[in-house]
Nanobody, 122 residues
Framework: QVQLVESGGGLVQAGGSLRLSCVAS????????MGWFRQAPGKEREFVAA????????SYADSVAGRFTISRDNPKNTMYLQMNSLKPEDTAVYYC???????????????WGQGTQVTVSS
């Protein structure tokens, strides 16, 4: 079992940057594909990005490609999401999640953090 804790959210102006972190408990972090999802009020949870076990392969939603960068540090049991050129439409609660294999579907991820709020003002 994996427990996940996100941090790094906050309020930022459009065009600004934030870096989210997700710290995992346990010794099996490197066995999981890690993903970031987000959910805005009244909307479904959507895929943002994922990083494979070793960190050498990544996947992004079209809406964030070129602006966001996902990465992981396995010895530190930590995953990151660097968010640049933020837009008001990026406003959402951001969740980190763990899965045994890659998927852009939230229902394929077994473990979830509690979420961290990101608000981008115009």
């Amino acid at each position: 079992q994996v427990q996940l804790v996100e941090s790094g959210g906050g309020l930022v102006q459009a065009g600004g940057s934030l870096r989210l972190s997700c710290v995992a408990s346990g010794r099996t972090f490197s066995r999981y594909v890690m993903g970031w999802f987000r959910q805005a009020p009244g909307k479904e949870r959507e895929f943002v990005a994922a990083v494979w076990w070793s960190g050498t392969r990544t996947s992004y939603a079209d809406s964030v490609a070129g602006r966001f960068t996902i990465s992981r540090d396995n010895p530190k049991n930590t995953m990151y999401l660097q968010m640049n050129s933020l837009k008001p439409e990026d406003t959402a609660v951001y969740y980190c999640a763990a899965s045994s294999s890659y998927s852009p579907q939230h229902y394929d991820y077994a473990y979830w953090g509690q979420g961290t709020q990101v608000t981008v003002s115009s």
